[in-house]
T-cell receptor
Framework: GAGVSQSPSNKVTEKGKDVELRCDPI?????LYWYRQSLGQGLEFLIY????????KSGLPSDRFSAERTGGSVSTLTIQRTQQEDSAVYLC??????????????FGPGTRLTVL | KNEVEQSPQNLTAQEGEFITINCSYS?????LHWLQQHPGGGIVSLFM???GKKKHGRLIATINIQEKHSSLHITASHPRDSAVYIC???????????FGQGTRLTINP
């Protein structure tokens, strides 16, 4: 596809369940970012992958959150034992990774997570 | 204190008006992004600046590195410009973006 895609677009889950959110970056983009936007709040950084380097996990809010990127392409964000405060829109972005630090990020449509 | 502050938080104007949204920051940056988020949540990158000025259609973005300030201008505003505009910083030495709270712009016909 031409842009960043995310799935599912909406996810409703019960408190305590685990969820997996998927991001397909633009083909050839080596950098991938996860962000979160809680209701009425601004965007916040979660995690960043660049090629084969160790990811920057400094934005993950708790050890219930983890992410992986297989084969340098698709990424999965996993939230274990979900809590109501995890309800948010989770956004993925990718960039070419070239010309760092000036490269532009392209955002996916997001996954709206609702924890009941 | 937040690393990035946007003003105003909300802005309502009439179609055709010249719009200015401001972004001030307190840290060293390698680039500043202006993003647009429409109702429904999709985010589009409008500009990425490290110095000077950029123009795309009716949108103009400027940055003053010494004053740690950037502005986004919209000329001849139109109702379809109604959206949340977000300033985001790429902090020196890091790859992640730090976001402002956004400016909600409403253009009335």
């Amino acid at each position: 596809g031409a842009g960043v895609s995310q799935s599912p677009s909406n996810k409703v889950t019960e408190k305590g369940k685990d969820v997996e959110l998927r991001c397909d970056p633009i083909s050839g983009h080596t950098a991938l970012y996860w962000y979160r936007q809680s209701l009425g709040q601004g965007l916040e950084f979660l995690i960043y992958f660049q090629g084969n380097s160790a990811p920057d996990k400094s934005g993950l809010p708790s050890d219930r959150f983890s992410a992986e990127r297989t084969g340098g392409s698709v990424s999965t964000l996993t939230i274990q034992r979900t809590q109501q405060e995890d309800s948010a829109v989770y956004l993925c972005a990718s960039s070419s990774g070239r010309g760092v630090p000036y490269n532009e990020q392209f955002f996916g449509p997001g996954t709206r997570l609702t924890v009941l | 204190k937040n690393e990035v502050e946007q003003s105003p938080q909300n802005l309502t104007a009439q179609e055709g008006e010249f719009i200015t949204i401001n972004c001030s920051y307190s840290v060293g940056i390698s680039a500043l992004h202006w993003l647009q988020q429409h109702p429904g949540g999709g985010i589009v990158s409008l500009f990425m600046l490290s110095s000077g000025k950029k123009k795309h259609g009716r949108l103009i973005a400027t940055i003053n590195i010494q004053e740690k300030h950037s502005s986004l201008h919209i000329t001849a505003s139109h109702p379809r410009d109604s959206a949340v505009y977000i300033c985001a910083l790429r902090i020196q030495g890091a790859q992640k973006l730090v976001f402002g709270q956004g400016t909600r712009l409403t253009i009335n016909p």
